[in-house]
């Protein structure tokens, strides 16, 4: 029998990818039901805990199947209460090769809630100025498998109310493997969450955004962080490719008004867009939307050179943001502490032999 190493996981499947698995095990059709109650509703860690199926299935499936369930390599705990989770990136991989970085996901407790932000890629393609993840360049777009681990594999997993997907990587880059993360996270042989308890932040690949948009029920997040085009360029080069007013015009054509939630995300710096000026051309830019706007506090990085904004400017920022109509709040800054922060992912450089 081969080592679980080399045995396909089974986290990471859908009902019709586990269908699949049945058959090719000579198992009845309703056994894939079974598997996913068993992987999903009680997260077992093995095959052999899946106890209504036969001892000669069972036996059968671990011929060539494991569950797949991967431990973070380690965890680092902020005063806050924050717990960055380092993961191996399993089955990431990038120009045929395996990635050569792990990945991060952060558990926020906050009250009632418990967030995971969960990484969708290991590093980035976009290359924003500001993120760590982003300039340490593409390294591979992580599974289903790899996101899913993420949510079931740490400690605090069974008292989780929210997942984020603004974790390493552009999720709509890894579009596929994202939205079959969704559907396992959703659907009622899955873990049965309502979509209202996930949001994806993107920088707006607008074809892809449109089919998450359609396909899905999920929240969405989009990265603005200056509302002028060119100054946005010069943070962000995917504006070259995605416009932020083309963005905008397609959230635009959509309801977002009542339990499906529009929000901006936007990164403060001092002097650079903290400007009421630049409140009222952020407020021009999503006007006709029900966006919110998430005001937040830069967390400085290594060889970047811009300053956070100042909290007398942030609140006048949002100050400016209300009165025109456009509801706005500075979010909490959680985990700077151990670089668990937003824009601080970077994951870590695995051994070379």
């Not at 806050?80 to 996901?105: C, H, M, N, W």
């Not at 974790?167 to 579009?175: A, I, Q, S, V, Y």
């Not at 005001?295 to 100042?310: T, V």
Request: glycine share 6%.
């Amino acid at each position: 029998m081969m080592n679980d190493d080399a045995k396909l996981p089974l986290i990471g499947l859908t009902l019709d990818d586990l269908k699949g698995v049945a058959a090719e095990a000579g198992l009845p059709g309703f056994a894939a039901s079974q598997m996913a109650k068993w992987l999903y509703e009680k997260r077992v860690v093995s095959i052999d805990e899946m106890t209504n199926l036969s001892k000669a299935a069972r036996q059968k499936l671990s011929e060539r199947y494991c569950v797949g369930r991967v431990e973070p390599r380690s965890a680092a705990r902020s005063a806050d209460g924050t717990i960055k989770y380092l993961f191996p990136a399993t089955d990431a991989r990038s120009a045929g090769r395996k990635s050569d970085l792990d990945v991060e996901a952060v558990y926020i407790p906050d009250k009632d809630r418990a967030t995971l932000c969960v990484s969708s890629q290991a590093g980035c393609k976009m290359a924003c100025r500001f993120c760590m993840t982003g300039r340490q360049g593409f390294h591979g777009n992580l599974s289903a498998r790899d996101i899913i681990n993420q949510v079931l594999s740490i400690d605090d997993s069974p008292s989780l109310t929210n997942i984020v997907f603004m974790g390493m990587g552009e999720p709509l880059d890894n579009f596929q493997a994202v939205t079959k993360a969704i559907e396992i996270l959703t659907a009622k042989w899955g873990l049965a969450w309502s979509p209202k308890r996930i949001t994806v932040s993107t920088i707006g690949k607008t074809r892809e955004l449109k089919d998450l948009i359609e396909q899905t029920k999920v929240h969405i997040a989009v990265s603005v962080h200056n509302p002028v085009p060119g100054m946005r360029a010069e943070i962000m080069p995917v504006e070259k490719a995605y416009p932020v007013r083309e963005v905008i015009d397609l959230l635009r054509g959509y309801d977002f008004a009542h339990q499906r939630r529009l929000s901006v995300e936007y990164i403060m710096w001092d002097g650079a867009n903290d400007s009421t000026s630049m409140a009222d051309a952020l407020a021009r830019l999503i006007k006709g939307t029900s966006a919110r706007v998430n005001l937040i506090r830069y967390h400085a990085i290594p060889g970047y050179d811009l300053q956070p904004a100042k909290k007398e400017a942030m609140e006048a920022f949002r100050d400016r943001l209300n009165d025109l109509g456009v509801t706005a709040t500075i979010r909490a800054s959680r985990g700077e502490d151990i670089m668990a922060a937003c824009g601080m992912l970077a994951g870590q450089e695995a051994d070379r032999h």
